[in-house]
């Protein structure tokens, strides 16, 4: 799996977006863009994941730029809940390696 | 379905006894993936299966790991002896086909003394 590269940390007002980057620039043509989240004590949460175009949930937003090299995805309206790190994960879909390998992610504080 | 569900959420015990983790993966799901998690080393793979057969266990640190799935519905972590550098929490995962979306359970905190 291609590796990532995002913040260590960052820092959101509470009702702003969140927008948190990720670089992947050696992805891979069949590999897809996931991210979750790991609240404080608990299990990592599955949030999004994408291809090549935007994707929207309940949840997030993922924005793929179109050289598939970075993405960001976007809290619209942050929580103190969103209080989290992040994971920036790619991995390819049909393949006999179907492993998830989890990098060091991004503190997100929302903060009041 | 209730989730992923682990056993126990919590154990201490002492340096040289064996521990038995557990692990019920959701219903239907065909992959089932074994993590530790400390500050220092982050969330780890430990070892990951298919269909109940282990697929990568690359990451199982040393020879006193072992990890087993007898049926579709239940997978152990086994330490034996355990060492206070076990002390972390293990965390089982599962997931439906190749490219869909992992479910993590609580996770066990594993204390070593």
């Known amino acids: 799996d291609a590796k990532t590269t995002q913040p260590t940390s960052m820092d959101c007002a509470e009702g702003r977006a969140a927008n948190l980057p990720c670089n992947h620039s050696?992805?891979?043509?069949?590999?897809?863009v996931y991210w979750y989240r790991q609240i404080h004590s608990q299990g990592p949460q599955y949030i999004i994941h994408g291809l090549k175009n935007n994707e929207t949930n309940e949840m997030a937003s993922l924005i793929i730029t179109e050289d598939r090299k970075s993405s960001t995805l976007i809290l619209p309206h942050a929580t103190l809940r969103d209080t989290a790190v992040y994971y920036c994960?790619?991995?390819?879909?049909?393949?006999?390696?179907?492993?998830?390998?989890f990098g060091a992610g991004t503190r997100l504080t929302v903060k009041p | 379905d209730a989730g992923v569900i682990q056993s126990p959420r919590h154990e201490v015990t002492e340096m040289g006894q064996e521990v038995t983790l557990r692990c019920k993966p959701i219903s239907g799901h065909d992959y089932l993936f074994w993590y530790r998690q400390t500050m220092m080393r982050g969330l780890e793979l430990l070892i990951y299966f298919n269909n109940n057969v282990p697929i990568d266990d690359s990451g199982m640190p040393e020879d006193r790991f072992s990890a087993k799935m007898p049926n579709a519905s239940f997978s152990t972590l086994k330490i034996q002896p355990s060492e206070p550098r076990d002390s972390a929490v293990y965390f089982c995962?599962?997931?439906?086909?190749?490219?869909?979306?992992?479910?993590f359970g609580q996770g066990t905190r594993l204390t070593v003394v």
């Open positions: 050696t992805i891979s043509g069949n590999e897809y």
């Open positions: 995962a599962s997931r439906y086909r190749q490219g869909a979306e992992a479910f």
């Open positions: 994960i790619v991995r390819a879909h049909l393949t006999d390696n179907n492993d998830m390998r």
